[in-house]
């Protein structure tokens, strides 16, 4: 059956939408069917790097999430991506204890993935503490250590709140951060990880030769711990 990859983290800024991104580079690439629901009303970035793989979705209101697993249910070859905005938690969490969410997904063999992601800060900790409280071995976890602001990860490792998350079975990656001027032109442009690594069109913000060599050495990177997760 399908799994349910909600990509989520709560904190704004942390870099979610990207690993989504890059989530369906990596299917696309990999030749692994999905399709995706993005819950960012104002600028979502499934809808507008992957078009032609994601829809809308409405976090607050029941019946657009319950196309989320009704889709799960319907096409159990295809993986399930969501994009989650930041401060989404509440109106998600209600939706799944009120309908009955993770029950349903236990008796139709759908797996739901909670790919945390995090920076280095202890506000990301402090959200994870209370992720794991609510749900515990409830969900699935991968833990994403996002090097956005910076690679070190100590108030995480010290904190007590990893070793709990591996002991319900968590994985972990870790993303790299990607050179700015490089992820901003990216942006810019609108542009998938695919098309940021190959040039294909005339366009004077275009990536250069090297940063397009940037661009593939990162997705190398991300790819191998993606690999590690196991999707």
């Given at each position: 059956?399908?799994?349910i990859?909600?990509i989520?983290?709560?904190?704004?800024?942390?870099?979610?939408?990207?690993?989504a991104?890059?989530?369906?580079q990596y299917?696309?690439?990999?030749?692994?069917?999905?399709?995706?629901?993005?819950?960012?009303?104002?600028?979502?970035?499934?809808?507008?790097?992957?078009?032609?793989?994601a829809?809308?979705?409405?976090v607050?209101?029941?019946?657009s999430?319950?196309?989320?697993?009704?889709?799960?249910?319907?096409?159990?070859?295809?993986?399930?991506?969501?994009?989650?905005?930041?401060q989404?938690?509440?109106?998600?969490?209600?939706?799944?204890?009120?309908?009955?969410?993770?029950?349903?997904a236990?008796?139709?063999g759908?797996?739901?993935?909670?790919?945390?992601?995090?920076?280095?800060?202890?506000?990301?900790?402090?959200?994870?503490?209370?992720?794991?409280?609510?749900?515990?071995?409830?969900?699935?976890?991968?833990?994403?250590?996002?090097?956005?602001r910076?690679?070190?990860?100590?108030?995480?490792?010290?904190?007590?709140?990893?070793?709990?998350?591996?002991?319900?079975?968590?994985?972990?990656?870790?993303?790299?951060?990607?050179?700015?001027?490089?992820?901003?032109?990216?942006?810019?442009?609108?542009?998938?990880?695919?098309?940021?690594?190959?040039?294909?069109?005339?366009?004077?913000?275009?990536?250069?030769?090297?940063?397009?060599?940037?661009?593939?050495?990162?997705?190398k990177?991300?790819?191998?711990?993606?690999?590690?997760?196991?999707?």
């Amino acid at each position: 059956m399908s799994t349910i990859h909600l990509i989520g983290g709560e904190k704004g800024g942390v870099g979610k939408s990207v690993v989504a991104r890059l989530l369906a580079q990596y299917m696309i690439d990999h030749e692994i069917p999905f399709i995706g629901f993005d819950t960012d009303r104002s600028h979502g970035s499934l809808l507008r790097f992957y078009a032609d793989y994601a829809s809308p979705t409405i976090v607050d209101n029941y019946e657009s999430l319950d196309k989320i697993i009704e889709t799960a249910a319907e096409n159990p070859e295809q993986q399930i991506l969501v994009d989650l905005a930041a401060q989404t938690h509440y109106p998600l969490s209600k939706w799944l204890e009120e309908s009955g969410v993770l029950e349903l997904a236990e008796e139709l063999g759908v797996t739901i993935q909670y790919w945390n992601v995090m920076d280095s800060g202890k506000d990301c900790v402090d959200l994870l503490g209370k992720l794991l409280d609510q749900y515990d071995a409830k969900l699935n976890y991968v833990l994403v250590l996002n090097q956005l602001r910076d690679g070190d990860f100590t108030i995480l490792e010290q904190s007590g709140i990893k070793e709990r998350a591996l002991g319900l079975n968590a994985k972990l990656m870790t993303l790299k951060r990607l050179h700015t001027p490089v992820m901003t032109k990216v942006d810019a442009n609108s542009s998938s990880f695919w098309a940021a690594q190959n040039k294909t069109v005339d366009n004077p913000n275009a990536l250069g030769l090297l940063e397009r060599q940037r661009v593939k050495t990162w997705l190398k990177q991300a790819y191998t711990e993606l690999k590690s997760i196991g999707i």
